[in-house]
């Protein structure tokens, strides 16, 4: 399995990228302008054929607050990618990987709904887990716990 990190690692080398291997994954550090670019590279140089998932963790206090985290898995190689990048929170804006994967559109949507992140190209971010008009991120850290939410009416079926 080194071999192949040692591969893909030397195909994914570019001055702004740092990789590594952590707990027996390839870890991709990139700037949010390059997110598309990296995992399109991945996608059809590498065979990372399937999106796992994307989320995000949040630094309160840094300058760029968000962390998102896509996860990637290629049936040729066998073996799993994370590819990280940073946003600010007056600016929490990636690329969607929609155009790759299809099955990024759902999982986008979530990880906006939890965190605010805005995922440029995805055309569908309304709420998944959350009613329409919830107001917050639940999974930002300063959210708070307690918080009330304003009250939607039930509307029956006619």
């Known amino acids: 399995m080194a071999d192949v990190f040692e591969s893909m690692q030397k195909r994914l080398a570019a001055p702004d990228r740092e990789m590594s291997i952590a707990h027996g994954?390839?870890?991709?550090?990139?700037p949010s302008s390059d997110v598309l670019a990296t995992v399109q590279r991945m996608h059809n140089e590498l065979g990372f054929d399937i999106f796992l998932d994307v989320t995000a963790v949040d630094w309160?206090?840094?300058?760029?607050?968000?962390?998102?985290?896509?996860?990637?898995?290629?049936?040729?190689?066998?073996?799993r990618a994370r590819v990280k990048t940073r946003v600010t929170e007056s600016d929490p804006v990636v690329d969607?990987?929609?155009?790759?994967?299809?099955?990024?559109?759902?999982?986008?949507?979530?990880?906006?709904?939890?965190?605010?992140?805005?995922?440029?190209?995805?055309?569908?971010?309304?709420?998944?887990?959350?009613y329409e008009g919830f107001v917050g991120h639940p999974l930002r850290k300063d959210y708070p716990k307690d918080r009330e939410q304003p009250l939607i009416p039930y509307l029956a079926a006619k």
């Open 60 to 79: 309160p206090g840094q300058a760029q607050r968000f962390e998102v985290v896509w996860h990637f898995y290629s049936t040729q190689s066998h073996v």
């Open 96 to 130: 969607s990987l929609t155009a790759l994967y299809g099955s990024a559109a759902f999982m986008e949507r979530e990880c906006h709904e939890m965190y605010g992140i805005v995922f440029r190209g995805n055309a569908d971010l309304r709420p998944v887990l959350l």
């Open 25 to 30: 994954t390839l870890v991709v550090r990139t």
